[in-house]
């Protein structure tokens, strides 16, 4: 069964988009994928894939996004066990950065050279974030991302680069700059004329929760495709803003949360569609004794009593924090495009 993915670029050419990166998912899978391990060849490598991109979609503001380097991220205050194996160096799941033949898909010379050299990216995360060799990588990825694209890289402590993201989503779809297109055109007075726009590039599925129309996840081990909010609900058959719901019912195994036995993706979206859409209707269901459960009736409810205290626990675990007080504004965001690179925007069909 195939589900609503864009191989191309949606419709942004009048739009002021905003570009957001996952710092991390990002310098650990080309980092993983060199061997040996090369800080050097890694960050050149990632400063390319950073640059096709940008010279493809022509956004007007872009932004990496960092993990808090130390690790002391709140969440681990609601649980102790979140994301601890993780963070042990613990190979997780074994997804595809993709290859330079599927990024062309998105139909732009720029992108057919871009990950050139980049070695197999096909590689299992078992980088663990005190090797001293990644460290190096990171810093170099970071300082030459800033010097060489002018990209500002933030981290807050106590969050994650999934907060980051949320959080300059909101802002991006909740300004009004000029559109890429009026801004090169010099065009004082033009704004986007459809609005703002977000593109995030990374393949945590937490993102999910953040689908909107104008906000896609350009997910890369999905062959570089834009998932939409449609995406979401026709493979969950739920809402984006559902997703956390169905995540804490699930649980997440590589963040270390736990979830309810015997509940997927198929129980927990009967669940919340047959019982008000939330967790709090279907727990006010379940109190009142009119809730729908799916067979065995008794042992899901059981379950679900028993258990409710860890489940909305996990709600709050996975729950994305929107505001966080970040210490670079939107507007500082703002990337100007190289002089000798802009034709190339405005050669596309």
């Given at each position: 069964?195939?589900?609503?993915?864009?191989?191309?670029?949606?419709?942004?050419?009048?739009k002021c988009l905003t570009l957001l990166f996952d710092g991390n998912l990002m310098v650990r899978r080309f980092y993983e994928a060199l061997k040996p391990h090369d800080p050097i060849r890694c960050s050149?490598?990632?400063?390319?894939?950073?640059?096709?991109?940008?010279?493809?979609?022509?956004?007007?503001?872009?932004?990496?996004?960092?993990?808090?380097?130390?690790?002391?991220?709140?969440?681990?205050?609601?649980?102790?066990?979140?994301?601890?194996?993780?963070?042990?160096?613990?190979?997780?799941?074994?997804?595809?950065?993709?290859?330079?033949?599927?990024?062309?898909?998105?139909?732009?010379?720029?992108?057919?050279?871009?990950?050139?050299?980049?070695?197999?990216?096909?590689?299992?995360?078992?980088?663990?974030?005190?090797?001293?060799?990644?460290?190096?990588?990171?810093?170099?990825?970071?300082?030459?991302?800033?010097?060489?694209?002018?990209?500002?890289?933030?981290?807050?402590?106590?969050?994650?680069?999934?907060?980051?993201?949320?959080?300059?989503?909101?802002?991006?779809?909740?300004?009004?700059?000029?559109?890429?297109?009026?801004?090169?055109?010099?065009?004082?007075?033009?704004?986007?004329?459809?609005?703002?726009?977000?593109?995030?590039?990374?393949?945590?599925?937490?993102?999910?929760?953040?689908?909107?129309?104008?906000?896609?996840?350009?997910?890369?081990?999905?062959?570089?495709?834009?998932?939409?909010?449609?995406?979401?609900?026709?493979?969950?058959?739920?809402?984006?803003?559902?997703?956390?719901?169905?995540?804490?019912?699930?649980?997440?195994?590589?963040?270390?949360?736990?979830?309810?036995?015997?509940?997927?993706?198929?129980?927990?979206?009967?669940?919340?569609?047959?019982?008000?859409?939330?967790?709090?209707?279907?727990?006010?269901?379940?109190?009142?004794?009119?809730?729908?459960?799916?067979?065995?009736?008794?042992?899901?409810?059981?379950?679900?009593?028993?258990?409710?205290?860890?489940?909305?626990?996990?709600?709050?675990?996975?729950?994305?924090?929107?505001?966080?007080?970040?210490?670079?504004?939107?507007?500082?965001l703002q990337w100007q495009m190289p002089l000798e690179r802009r034709s190339h925007l405005f050669s596309r069909t």
């Open positions: 069964m195939s589900f609503p993915m864009l191989v191309r670029p949606p419709p942004m050419r009048n050149r490598n990632i400063i390319s894939r950073i640059r096709g991109l940008a010279e493809a979609l022509g956004p007007s503001y872009m932004a990496i996004l960092q993990d808090d380097p130390q690790r002391s991220y709140f969440r681990k205050l609601i649980d102790p066990q979140y994301k601890a194996v993780r963070h042990s160096g613990v190979a997780t799941s074994k997804r595809s950065f993709e290859s330079a033949s599927a990024v062309s898909m998105l139909g732009n010379d720029a992108l057919d050279t871009m990950v050139q050299n980049t070695g197999n990216i096909d590689a299992e995360l078992t980088v663990d974030d005190n090797d001293v060799e990644f460290k190096e990588t990171l810093f170099k990825v970071r300082q030459q991302c800033e010097r060489i694209l002018g990209i500002q890289w933030v981290t807050v402590a106590g969050y994650e680069a999934d907060d980051l993201l949320a959080t300059y989503a909101k802002l991006a779809m909740n300004h009004s700059p000029r559109s890429t297109l009026a801004k090169y055109q010099g065009d004082t007075d033009g704004l986007g004329e459809d609005g703002p726009c977000v593109v995030m590039l990374s393949a945590d599925k937490d993102l999910y929760q953040l689908l909107r129309p104008d906000v896609y996840l350009c997910d890369p081990t999905k062959r570089f495709s834009f998932l939409m909010d449609a995406y979401v609900r026709h493979k969950f058959h739920i809402m984006p803003d559902q997703f956390v719901d169905l995540q804490a019912l699930m649980g997440d195994a590589a963040d270390g949360i736990r979830g309810l036995d015997g509940i997927g993706p198929v129980r927990g979206a009967f669940l919340l569609n047959q019982n008000g859409g939330t967790l709090k209707s279907l727990y006010d269901k379940i109190d009142s004794n009119t809730a729908i459960i799916p067979k065995p009736q008794d042992s899901i409810t059981k379950s679900l009593k028993d258990h409710r205290e860890r489940i909305f626990r996990n709600q709050s675990i996975f729950r994305l924090v929107d505001d966080v007080s970040v210490p670079v504004p939107m507007k500082d």
